[in-house]
């Protein structure tokens, strides 16, 4: 084989990777960017699913007592902590519970009582 036929087949050959390189430093912010959103997606439908199941659990212990002491509310919000785990509750984790009434004389429904518990964010 001659030299220029060498030189030709190498000229090719390296083209061809030059060519592999440039796309690849053209597609792979997209896929790291796929990547990490796929994480984050993932991390959040995580959460988005253990609010849920506080939500679900808390509102099921409330409505299966005829009445609700502050200290079995107090458990309660404890309990929501253990729910969230392995994230943390924090905090800024805080559980509202309201008993809401609508008399069949009034046009709007009342707020009987209101409990709020949970972590240090600031709240009115």
Request: hydrophobic share 45%.
């Amino acid at each position: 084989m001659n030299l220029t036929a060498k030189y030709n087949r190498l000229r090719r050959s390296y083209g061809q990777r030059g060519v592999a390189a440039v796309e690849l430093a053209l597609v792979f912010p997209i896929l790291l960017i796929l990547l990490l959103g796929g994480m984050d997606m993932t991390r959040y439908l995580l959460y988005q699913q253990k609010v849920d199941r506080i939500t679900f659990s808390i509102a099921d212990m409330v409505a299966q007592s005829a009445s609700v002491t502050k200290v079995q509310l107090n458990d309660i919000v404890l309990a929501a902590g253990q729910i969230m785990q392995p994230f943390t509750f924090g905090n800024n984790g805080v559980v509202i519970v309201s008993s809401i009434y609508k008399d069949p004389n009034q046009a709007y429904p009342t707020i009987r009582w209101q409990y709020v518990g949970g972590g240090g964010l600031a709240r009115s």
